[in-house]
């Protein structure tokens, strides 16, 4: 299977500081994507890396694509508590395929 | 620009019962998916059109699943009948032809009693 398996399964932190969120995949991918879901809510696009690409910036998101790992990072930087969600990463061979996310919450 | 729209917002049903979802996705988006979400998981592709014609149904249960895209614009997805493992959020997302960005809609939270 190509779905992408997020870790940690649920992270804490504190207004202003750094959150990573890491997502591993099985077989060879064209792009790995991560999304954002606020509760209730449907998922936004956050950010699109493609496998020749090793590390992506938009506004406060890094992320970073390692393909000989098969593995991703997100790195939300000074993060708020608007950024509190659950972010999902998908990999994207055949078909997209999101993995099971990651809930953030981030505490004023 | 409008977003992806679908109707109803909450269904609550019996098992054995209907039920039928609607989805308007941006103007001009070729390509309308429709996703599964369970409780505490990621979405699950349930079927992939571009434009009228069914690209991926391959995790769709054709038994009690099915759906349509008429003149390429707007889809129906339908239940018949529900089972209680049919709880879920189904969310309906669009992009342009080509392009691997994917907007979704707010979803349908189904309950099935």
């Known amino acids: 299977s190509q779905q992408g398996e997020e870790d940690p399964q649920a992270l804490s932190i504190q207004e202003g500081e750094n959150a990573t969120m890491n997502c591993s995949y099985k077989t060879s991918i064209n792009n790995l994507q991560w999304y954002r879901q606020n509760s209730g809510r449907g998922l936004v696009h956050l950010i699109l890396i493609r496998s020749n690409e090793r590390e992506k910036h938009s506004g406060r998101l890094r992320v970073t694509l390692d393909t000989s790992k098969k593995s991703s990072s997100l790195l939300i930087t000074a993060s708020r508590a608007a950024d509190t969600a659950s972010y999902f990463c998908?990999?994207?061979?055949?078909?997209?395929?999101f993995g099971k996310g990651i809930t953030l919450s981030v505490r004023p | 620009e409008a977003g992806v729209a679908q109707s109803p917002r909450y269904k609550i049903i019996e098992k054995r019962q209907s039920v039928a979802f609607w989805c308007n996705p941006i103007?001009?988006?070729?390509?309308l998916y429709w996703y599964q979400q369970i409780l505490g998981q990621g979405p699950k592709l349930l079927i992939q059109?571009?434009?009228?014609?069914?690209?991926?149904d391959s995790q769709l249960p054709k038994d009690r699943f099915s759906a349509e895209r008429l003149k390429g614009v707007d889809s129906t997805l339908k239940i018949q009948p529900a089972k209680l493992e049919d709880s879920a959020v189904y969310l309906c997302?669009?992009?342009?032809?080509?392009?691997?960005?994917?907007?979704f809609g707010s979803g349908t939270q189904l309950s099935v009693l």
């Open positions: 997302a669009s992009s342009e032809r080509g392009d691997e960005k994917l907007f």
């Open positions: 103007s001009g988006h070729a390509t």
């Open positions: 059109f571009q434009n009228n014609g069914v690209v991926d």
């Open positions: 998908a990999t994207d061979g055949s078909k997209l395929t």
